[in-house]
Structures are given as structure tokens and as C-alpha cells.
């Protein structure tokens, strides 16, 4: 006679959320990647458009920004208790004197004014 296991259908329980918080974690620390890990909210208005991301466990000193006409990079220094490598590319060219940046709570939010196209015309005088 042979005997097998039975499951019943009320054996499958769903991931609870701190395991879920859990595979996040080992993902985002192992270098995974998830769609977690890419998710930026977005928000723009006439003037601005601002971005905010999760960037966990690291301070300000260890996050370096750089901006190039309509590119954002982010990336964390060496020496950082976890890497990243981010960047994006946005539909406008970037006002680097007007935008800002803040950190607070582990939530870098990036607010990167729009650059007024300001125009290049010469008048000449008619001799």
C-alpha cells in the first residue's frame, strides 16, 4: 500500500507583508532587478517636474546627482552600505540653478525646474 500526502486547498496561505518587505529587501541588496526597485512617482506642472524615489538606508552625503541638459543621474558614492545607479531623461531641458533637491525619511524627492528657451536673436542696425 502506498500512501501519499494530501493538501488540502486551504494549505496555500499568501505571503504576509513582511515577507514581501523581506524579498524586496534581499532584491534590491543583491543587485536584482524588480520592478519594484524602478518605481519613481512622477508629478509636472508648467514650470517643474518633480520625482520621488525610495533610496533607503543611505544619507545625503553618500547620494551624488548630476544634471546634463535634459538627463538626471543619481548615483551613491563609493563606500555606500548599498549601490545604485539610476538615470532618467526627461522631455525638457533641466534649470540646474532653479531645481533642488531634498531627503527626508529615505524618500529623495528631485523638484528639476524647467530651462526657459531664451531666445538668441541679434538685432542689426541698417546702415
Do not use: C, Y
Not at 532584491?27 to 520592478?35: F, I, N, V
Amino acid at each position: 500500500m502506498i500512501f501519499a500526502p494530501v493538501m488540502s486547498r486551504n494549505a496555500f496561505v499568501s505571503p504576509r507583508a513582511a515577507d514581501l518587505a523581506l524579498q524586496r529587501f534581499l532584491q534590491e541588496t543583491l543587485g536584482a532587478s524588480s520592478p519594484v526597485q524602478q518605481q519613481v512617482q512622477v508629478s509636472r506642472d508648467d514650470k517643474s517636474t518633480t520625482l520621488s524615489l525610495d533610496v533607503p538606508g543611505l544619507a545625503r552625503e553618500q547620494l551624488k546627482i548630476s544634471l546634463e541638459g535634459a538627463v538626471i543621474k543619481l548615483e551613491s558614492v563609493e563606500g555606500a552600505p548599498r549601490q545604485l545607479k539610476r538615470a532618467w531623461e526627461l522631455d525638457h531641458e533641466i534649470d540646474a540653478a532653479a531645481s533642488k533637491a531634498k531627503l527626508e525619511n529615505g524618500v529623495l524627492t528631485l523638484t528639476l525646474a524647467k530651462l526657459e528657451p531664451q531666445s538668441k536673436a541679434v538685432a542689426l542696425s541698417i546702415e
